[in-house]
């Protein structure tokens, strides 16, 4: 079993930037593929970023390319999202997700574990 817990949500203006993190126990981060999705207000949650367990292959959502970058540090067994340039529409629950099989993948079914999720507000 993985546990997942989000940190680092909260508030910020339109054009600023947060890191969130994701800490993960039960296993070595190093043999999970880990993403991040999320989930505005009256919306359905959407994939954001995804990293590979070799750390080697990334890939991204159109609507955060170029401003959102995922990474991991397998030593803190620890994945993170740096959002930058961050914009009202980025507003929602920040969910870190892992699977423990099976390459990068924007399609939620096939992540096996997944945290509480954290907030983020950007405010205009």
């Known amino acids: 079993q993985v546990q997942l817990v989000e940190s680092g949500g909260g508030l910020a203006q339109a054009g600023g930037s947060l890191r969130l993190s994701c800490a993960a126990s039960?296993?070595?981060?190093?043999?999970?593929?880990m993403a991040w999705f999320r989930q505005a207000p009256g919306k359905e949650r959407e994939f954001v970023a995804a990293?590979?367990?070799?750390?080697?292959?990334?890939y991204y959502a159109d609507s955060v390319k170029g401003r959102f970058t995922i990474s991991r540090d397998n030593a803190k067994n620890t994945g993170f999202l740096q959002m930058n340039s961050l914009q009202p529409e980025d507003t929602a629950v920040y969910y870190c997700?892992?699977?423990?099989?099976?390459?990068?993948?924007?399609?939620?079914?096939?992540?096996?574990?997944w945290g509480q999720g954290t907030q983020v507000t950007v405010s205009s």
């Open positions: 997700a892992a699977r423990s099989a099976g390459g990068i993948s924007r399609a939620e079914p096939v992540y096996d574990y």
């Open positions: 039960g296993r070595t981060v190093s043999s999970l593929t």
């Open positions: 990293i590979s367990w070799l750390a080697g292959r990334t």
